[in-house]
T-cell receptor
Framework: DSGVTQTPKHLITATGQRVTLRCSPR?????VYWYQQSLDQGLQFLIQ???????AKGNILERFSAQQFPDLHSELNLSSLELGDSALYFC?????????????FGDGTRLSIL | DAKTTQPPSMDCAEGRAANLPCNHS???????VYWYRQIHSQGPQYIIH???NNETNEMASLIITEDRKSSTLILPHATLRDTAVYYC??????????FGSGTKLNVKP
């Protein structure tokens, strides 16, 4: 158990819809990261938040947005969903934002777009 | 870019040491090498990381060559539960992990 909690575990929705994925980091961790894993793209970094502020951006689509709240949990919002958005979405957390601090991953949310 | 090269798959007999190689010839002097594994579709699990020196923890050992252009992850006594995809990652561009394709380790009885 990594200590990172993601909800829901599974989500099934239709094209054009909007969903929100939630992540609670490990106790004491200030950084939260979001990743997308699809069959043809592997694990891709989307975005990082540190103590409520956006710190780094990866290949995140404009239809996707995220935020980190004062209690440090984070939400990833996906809108105007397309079939290609079907994937596993992982959240990770780390104590700070330094290179010498490993990220710990949750078990992911499996998003299926019908 | 991945900045790492790993064999796509490896086999290992149960109880034997598993040695997983990784090439990272373009690594910079202050970039860390991380190893993670992913079992089925579970979240990636942190194994170990290092900068220059060899590292050991309860899960594995990490051997980094003196020129830092390659490294080896060693699982000293592989079990069936170690069957997974192992990712060697060079941390680049401030904490952005790039996982690449990894090595599928098959531990066989």
């Amino acid at each position: 158990d990594s200590g990172v909690t993601q909800t829901p575990k599974h989500l099934i929705t239709a094209t054009g819809q909007r969903v929100t994925l939630r992540c609670s980091p490990r106790s004491g961790d200030l950084s939260v990261y979001w990743y997308q894993q699809s069959l043809d793209q592997g694990l891709q970094f989307l975005i990082q938040y540190y103590n409520g502020e956006e710190r780094a951006k990866g290949n995140i689509l404009e239809r996707f947005s995220a935020q980190q709240f004062p209690d440090l949990h984070s939400e990833l919002n996906l809108s105007s969903l397309e079939l290609g958005d079907s994937a596993l979405y992982f959240c990770a957390s780390s104590v700070g934002q330094g290179d010498n601090q490993p990220q710990h991953f949750g078990d992911g949310t499996r998003l299926s777009i019908l | 870019d991945a900045k790492t090269t790993q064999p796509p798959s490896m086999d290992c007999a149960e109880g034997r040491a598993a040695n997983l190689p990784c090439n990272h010839s373009t690594i910079s002097g202050n970039e860390y090498v991380y190893w993670y594994r992913q079992i089925h579709s579970q979240g990636p699990q942190y194994i170990i990381h290092g900068l220059k020196n060899n590292e050991t923890n309860e899960m594995a050992s990490l051997i980094i060559t003196e020129d830092r252009k390659s490294s080896t992850l060693i699982l000293p006594h592989a079990t069936l539960r170690d069957t997974a995809v192992y990712y060697c990652i060079v941390l680049y561009n401030f904490n952005k992990f790039y996982f690449g394709s990894g090595t599928k380790l098959n531990v066989k009885p």
